[in-house]
Antibody
Framework: QVQLQESGPGLVKPSETLSLTCAVS?????????WVWVRQPPGKGLEWIGS???????YYNPSLKSRVTISVDTSRNQFSLKVSSVTAADTAVYYC??????????????WGKGTTVTVSS | SSELTQDPAVSVALGQTVRITCQGD??????ASWYQQKPGQAPILVIY???NRPSGIPDRFSGSSSGNIVSLTITGAQAEDEADYYC???????????FGGGTKLTVL
């Protein structure tokens, strides 16, 4: 059974860098799939942040690209998210997920439970 | 602004059929996936591809597509189906994912 678990600080100061990790169990990241970060501000909808393949190739939301870095650590079977220069607008529940990708189809079939990050001084 | 458009809210009487739609130009080229999210919980995948359900999703959930509109249909809605529903697909570049704004389903 594949499981994903987010971890990281729940409180980040404005202008600093938000760092989260998603630990994957029950499946080897190096075996394939895309690995995704999605966030949800309080009371709002889902927002795709970015995706990384097991090889390390990445795609980022154009609206966040200048501040976001996603990396993968196959030796630890985990992937990570960094968002720099955070503001209150980055306050959200952050989810990691596994994504299957095909020529015309993509879907996120396994999700972590999410972790709440608040940006405040 | 999202490139996938959903109605903000839809309601359905218990046991009746409801259709939730998602509209976007990229849907002419790519399939959409649908996610159900209940308060305080992570989203779960309910429909993907042409009309596929993951294991454990009731067969009252189905998907369809016509032109630039994809639909999630719940046939015989149950009280436990009350949730937010999000569509997801790609933007016009084909590489970036995008979510619709979400539809809040109320079962009356």
């Amino acid at each position: 059974q594949v499981q994903l678990q987010e971890s990281g600080p729940g409180l980040v100061k404005p202008s600093e860098t938000l760092s989260l990790t998603c630990a994957v169990s029950g499946y080897s990241i190096r075996s394939g799939y895309y690995w995704v970060w999605v966030r949800q501000p309080p009371g709002k909808g889902l927002e795709w942040i970015g995706s990384i393949y097991s090889s390390g190739s990445t795609y980022y939301n154009p609206s966040l690209k200048s501040r976001v870095t996603i990396s993968v650590d196959t030796s630890r079977n985990q992937f990570s998210l960094k968002v720099s220069s955070v503001t209150a607008a980055d306050t959200a529940v952050y989810y990691c997920a596994r994504e299957r990708w095909f020529e015309r189809d993509n879907y996120m079939d396994v999700w972590g439970k999410g972790t709440t990050v608040t940006v405040s001084s | 602004s999202s490139e996938l458009t959903q109605d903000p809210a839809v309601s359905v009487a218990l046991g009746q059929t409801v259709r939730i739609t998602c509209q976007g130009d990229s849907l002419r080229s790519y399939y959409a996936s649908w996610y159900q999210q209940k308060p305080g919980q992570a989203p779960i995948l309910v429909i993907y591809g042409k009309n596929n359900r993951p294991s454990g999703i009731p067969d009252r959930f189905s998907g369809s597509s016509s032109g630039n509109i994809v639909s999630l249909t719940i046939t015989g809605a149950q009280a436990e189906d009350e949730a937010d529903y999000y569509c997801n697909s790609r933007d016009s570049s084909g590489n970036h994912r995008v979510f619709g704004g979400g539809t809040k389903l109320t079962v009356l």
